[in-house]
């Protein structure tokens, strides 16, 4: 595929981090370039869940010198390449045949339009918000700018993200008042004389954002303000981040037989049996989703009143939680993620429609069913 320009490692995965940043991984968590080295042009592209052997084999015959995952090729510490296990295996075949390796994980779990927004996208969910915000994410940056200046600086900030809750952006709260300094010897102030106090009319600034983008947030501020020394405070919130976090709980069109969307569970997700708890009442409307291993949602699943929640991975004792008051589907890990290939598909294509973008057709599941 031929190209104007040259497209790189970071090029392609800075679309997925624009929308899935990786400060939003879990602490646990590995996701990121973890084989190459992102100035490397990229020829093209193979998107699967899982990095196997025979997935690489694919983007070798493919031509594709990237692989992006969900999973996360390497997630502990990696001591030896000694090809003792898959792991190693893989990691060595793709250094060999010049691939590298990516994997986008909890950074695409925890965002609004990430794994479980395509989840509920399958499912018909309507009316859908994140099941667990996450917390401690978000400052709030004040800033103090001469009055002139205030559209100015009030859009740099706008525009690097800054001011953004929900649906809506250029979010800020402006107070009127003054400020006063005194410039020193060395300084070049703004407005007023050296060795003498002046009094400036200004707007007291405040706007909310993510704390992973106030570098350039600041950066911004300092560039488009005025004066030599900005002054700004920036303040620690407590508050939740409602479009930010795990899982996803949203609502069926109309309600519906348990029954019949048990059946549509195991049609959306081709998945051949399903474990799920006793069922609480007849009629269904409430779904709560977390595609892999979501058990430790399944109290926020009942604190917001869903019927169903769906996920994988669950244990026995964690099924005992389901106490009579919400049905636990288990639906499969690899079946209730399959669609973030799809939905990485989508993020990357959107960006760069002609670019060489391949679905992996290995079926990497371990799991066989009887
Ligand atoms: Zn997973």
């Given amino acids: 595929m031929l190209h104007s320009k040259i497209m790189t490692i970071r090029n392609l995965t800075d679309t997925l981090e624009q929308l899935a940043p990786l400060s939003l991984q879990e602490k646990y968590d590995n996701a990121g370039l973890l084989v190459g080295e992102p100035l490397t042009p990229v020829r093209g592209a193979l998107i699967c869940l899982d990095v196997t052997e025979r997935v690489i084999d694919e983007a070798i015959s493919l ?51 990430g794994v479980n927004g395509k989840i509920a996208e399958k499912l018909g969910l309507i009316d859908c918000k994140v099941l667990s915000p996450v917390s401690d994410a978000l400052v709030k940056l004040v800033t103090y700018v001469p009055k002139l200046m205030v559209h100015k600086v009030r859009e740099a900030l706008f525009s690097t993200g800054a001011g953004t809750i929900g649906n809506y952006d250029s979010c800020s709260y402006n107070s ?32 909310i954002l993510p704390k992973f983008r106030l570098a350039a947030v600041l950066n911004a501020l300092v560039e488009a303000h005025p004066y030599e020394e ?13 479009q930010t976090g795990a899982g996803f709980v949203g609502n069926l069109p109309a309600e519906l037989p348990l ?9 959306v997700f ?4 399903i474990r799920y708890t006793s069922p609480v009442k007849d009629n269904i409307r409430r779904v709560a989703v977390c595609g892999g291993s979501g058990s430790f949602l399944i ?3 009942l604190q917001a ?32 993620e399959q669609y973030t290939k799809e939905l990485m598909y989508e993020i ?4 760069f429609p002609t670019f060489a973008l391949h679905i992996s057709k290995v079926t990497t599941n371990p799991i066989l069913y009887l």
């Fill in 230 to 242: 900005p002054a700004y405070d920036v303040i620690p919130l407590l508050n939740q981040w409602a």
């Fill in 270 to 273: 081709q998945i051949p049996t």
């Fill in 63 to 113: 031509g594709c010198n990237l692989i992006i995952a969900h999973h996360p090729l390497i997630f502990t510490g990696l001591k030896r390449l000694t090809a003792q296990n898959e792991v190693q295996r893989c990691v060595v075949k793709a250094i060999r045949n010049d691939i590298a390796i990516y994997a986008a994980h909890t950074n695409l779990d925890n965002i609004e339009q």
């Fill in 299 to 301: 109290k926020d699943a």
């Fill in 348 to 351: 990357i294509s959107k960006k």
């Fill in 176 to 207: 009127e008042g003054y400020g006063s300094f005194r410039a020193g010897e060395k300084a070049h102030p703004f407005v007023g004389l050296k060795n003498s106090i002046h009094y400036e009319p200004e707007v007291k600034v405040e706007v």
């Fill in 305 to 336: 009143q869903a019927d169903v929640f769906i996920t994988a991975d669950v244990k026995y004792h964690e099924f005992m939680e389901a106490d009579g008051r919400i049905v636990i589907v288990d639906a499969g890990h690899y079946e209730t």
């Fill in 259 to 267: 029954n019949d969307f048990l059946h549509s569970i195991k049609e």
